[in-house]
C-alpha cells in the first residue's frame, strides 16, 4: 500500500492509467436490467511506471497499492492473444488426406492404410498415426498475436495441409516458421487469425518421416572357445 486517500492521483498516472482491467462474471443470468457479465465485479486501473512496480487502484477505492511491472507486463492487451488454445478440434479417423509440402501426399486407402498420392517407399503407419492424433486436436501453448515478418512464417519450414471429407474439399493447413525459444516454434493456422506457439513434442510429431527406414542388422555374438583342460 503507497496511499490511504485517493487525492494525487496525477501523482500515480492514475487519472489516466495506461491499463484498465475490468473482471466480470458471465456465469450470472441475464435480467431485465441487465446481461449476463454487464456488470462489472472489480475495475484496475494501472498507473505510472517507477522502477519494477507500477501504481494501481482498485474502483474507487481510496487506496492507492504499488504492484509488481513483470505482473502487468503478463496482462495480454490484443485480442488475438486471448483465443482458445485449441487449434483444430477434429477426431484423427476423419482425416483423409495430408501432404506436406509440395513433395509428400498421402491418403486413405484400402483397410483404413495410408498410401501414396505423390512420393515412394514404404509409409511408416506407426509415425503416420502419431501425425495424426497431434494435428487433430494440435493446440497453442499460447497465441502471440498477430503475424510479423521475424517469426518466418513468410517462408515456413513444414507447410503441412490436410483435408476432413472424401472428396478432399474441407482444406485445412498449419505453418510452422521460426524458433520462439525454449525448444518452441512460431506457427499459424489457415482458418485462424494471429500466430501461435507450438510445443516442441507437437513440432517434433509432426515432423516425423513418413517413409519407413530400414533397421540397422543386428550383429550375432562372436562364438567362444571353451579354455582346454
Known sequence: FVEDVASDLPKYGLDKPQLTLTLSSFASENTAESKAGEIPLATIAFGRVEGDVVYARVGDEPFIVAVKKMFVDTIATDPLQWQGASVFKFKPEEIHRIALGNDLVIARGPNNQWVWTKGTGEIDQTNVQ???????????????GA???????GQP???????TSIDDKQVHSVSIG?????GMWFARADEREGTF???GPDYNALRLPLVRTASPPVASPAPTSSPTP
Open 147 to 153: 503475424t510479423v515478418p521475424q517469426q518466418g512464417l
Open 178 to 182: 521460426q524458433a520462439a525459444g525454449g
Open 157 to 163: 519450414t513444414l507447410n503441412l495441409t490436410f483435408t
Open 197 to 199: 506457439i507450438l510445443s
Open 130 to 144: 502419431s501425425l495424426l492424433n497431434t494435428l487433430a486436436s494440435l493446440r497453442a501453448v499460447r497465441w502471440t
